[in-house]
């Protein structure tokens, strides 16, 4: 299983960045995925995840209104749209399946 994030990057306060995980290694259409995210000195956390087909999906609160996760199962990518960015936001964000972590991309948001 391999899962590597991108997207990542410096955004001010209110900004919008994209977040893309593309998935190999297993039948990416049959699975549940979902993204975590570790801010300094703090544990990883719940952020979001999508059933396999997409047609449902959960967030935490901090999250919720403001990132939108979907997939593309054709394309064996899940994708997580961050609107409204907070500095709060600040962290490694991870996507995650069965156990197998990305290595993680890093959202930093600040002026």
């Known amino acids: 299983v391999q899962l590597v994030e991108s997207g990542g990057g410096l955004v001010q306060p209110g900004g919008s960045l994209r977040l893309s995980c593309a998935a190999s290694g297993f039948t990416f259409s049959t699975a549940s995925m979902y993204w975590y995210r570790q801010a300094p000195g703090k544990g990883r956390e719940f952020v979001a995840e999508i059933s396999n087909t997409g047609d449902t999906t959960n967030y935490a609160d901090s999250v919720k209104g403001r990132f939108t996760i979907s997939r593309d199962n054709a394309k064996n990518t899940v994708y997580l749209q961050m609107n409204s960015l907070k500095p709060e936001d600040t962290a490694v964000y991870y996507c995650?399946?069965?156990?197998?972590w990305g290595q993680g991309t890093q959202v930093t948001v600040s002026s």
């Open positions: 995650w399946v069965g156990n197998y």
